[in-house]
């Protein structure tokens, strides 16, 4: 078999950026959102955020988050992330099975687009955020 026919388009997956309360503080959670019609099955998620500030390059720690499943029309908490990164790119290498196939995405939030300008409501979570499909 030929490479171009292992690999799967990721579709109907979403990573979301949204502002909401958290135990009486405000702050932003990264989501990720299965708007497929099958369950995603052992996710794993890479996150980091690179770029310059300043002119110095400064990249985050990478973070690994494994979440088992995901039903159809569904989300998941991914972590929560700071404003400070804002500024940076912030990626979020999403891998995951549906069925026996595997497929995996990288989702890079730019810097400045964390922004309320760019807020839409974001499918299944119903909150305002940003979101990259």
């Given at each position: 078999m030929r490479a171009q026919e292992l690999i799967q388009p990721v579709e109907d997956i979403v990573v979301a950026i949204v502002h909401e309360t958290l135990e009486e503080e405000s702050g932003w959670?990264?989501?990720l959102v299965n708007l497929k019609?099958?369950?995603?099955?052992n996710i794993l998620v890479t996150s980091n955020g690179y770029g310059q500030v300043d002119e110095k390059r400064i990249q985050t720690s990478t973070l690994r988050h494994f979440i088992e499943s995901i039903p159809a029309q569904a989300y998941s908490k991914i972590e929560p992330i700071m404003e400070d990164v804002f500024g940076l790119n912030n990626e979020y290498w999403v891998s995951f099975y549906v069925n026996d196939s595997i497929y995996d995405k990288r989702f890079v939030?730019?810097?400045?687009?964390i922004q309320?300008?760019?807020f839409i409501t974001i499918p299944l979570i119903n909150k305002k955020?940003?979101?990259i499909k």
């Open positions: 959670m990264v989501y019609s099958k369950e995603l099955t939030f730019l810097p400045e687009t309320e300008s760019n955020g940003v979101m």
